[in-house]
């Protein structure tokens, strides 16, 4: 039972005991009891509320910023996005989670510097279970290390798999090092390959490269939508999951517009020739033109 179940019991009890001389001293009891739960639930909000570890999903797809401390992250946020993430050369300079949004290719890809991952963070230590339980909302994670302790990405994969998020999961993770302008070209070539993406945040090094990847990994298509004007947008596409349907495709612009929908016409890789009727179960590919046929 949590503090608020309890809460709530004691509160009925009070209300239900009938008062007179014989239960004033029980009830009493009671009072001093509910008034002790109120002030630890009260103290719990509070702490919560001051670190922030709450924060509201938007855009189309959310990352996740996390690796040990003073590796870097505030500064790649920084550079991804137009956040003021504290930057500072010491450990848990970052004590709350901080949004960004990163706009690329016409998508809205929110990114989240969580608190540096220790070891023993799984298992609560300086609250470190309440931060990592931000990676399981996000639909794709930055696993970010430094030149120096790229030795502890089996440590932070741990602390993931303590949580649930294992090595074999559906989330998909991509490994960042940073400060690469710190090291040499020898010592680099060790470590980069197809699954590892190396750059210097605050050199600006391998960023475009860094986009890109977000961009693939998170599975993303550009859908540009064709008005009854005939003109097409190309400046605002409809960012959606790769294997999306021409259904999704209207549910995301109005859940009203999706109900009185008949057909559509794409043109573009996903059809034989352009301007080709399709049904609501059509599957979208990045880079169609879609026009909706209301009934």
Request: proline share 3%.
């Amino acid at each position: 039972m949590n503090l608020e179940e309890r809460t709530s019991a004691i509160e009925k009890e009070i209300r239900e005991t009938p008062y007179h001389k014989g239960t004033e001293h029980h009830i009493g009891k009671l009072k001093a009891r509910l008034a002790k739960l109120k002030k630890r639930i009260a103290e719990k909000h509070a702490r919560s509320k001051g670190l922030g570890f709450a924060v509201k999903k938007q855009g189309d797809a959310v990352v996740c910023l996390l690796g040990p401390p003073s590796v870097g992250k505030s500064t790649l946020l920084n550079v991804l996005t137009s956040a003021s993430s504290k930057v500072g050369g010491y450990d848990f300079t970052t004590m709350k989670v901080v949004p960004g949004m990163l706009c690329y290719k016409g998508a809205q890809i929110q990114i989240l510097d969580i608190p540096g991952v220790i070891s023993g963070a799984a298992e609560g230590r300086s609250r470190g279970r309440e931060i990592l339980s931000i990676a399981k909302n996000a639909d794709l994670l930055l696993l970010l290390v430094d030149v120096e302790s790229i030795n502890k990405i089996h440590e932070i994969q741990k602390e993931l798999a303590g949580i649930g998020i294992g090595a074999g999961g559906s989330l998909p993770k991509l490994i960042v090092v940073n400060k690469i302008d710190l090291t040499s070209k020898a010592k680099l070539a060790k470590f980069g390959n197809e699954n590892v993406i190396l750059i210097s945040a605050k050199k600006g090094e391998g960023i475009d490269d860094l986009k890109k990847t977000i961009w693939q990994r998170l599975n993303l298509i550009r859908i540009f939508l064709k008005g009854p004007d005939g003109k097409i947008d190309f400046q605002s596409p409809l960012i959606l999951k790769k294997g999306s349907l021409v259904s999704q495709a209207a549910e995301k612009i109005s859940q009203e517009l999706a109900k009185n929908l008949k057909s559509a016409r794409v043109w573009g890789p996903s059809v034989k020739f352009p301007g080709q009727q399709v049904s609501l179960s059509r599957q979208l590919a990045d880079g169609d033109i879609l026009s909706l046929i209301e009934k």
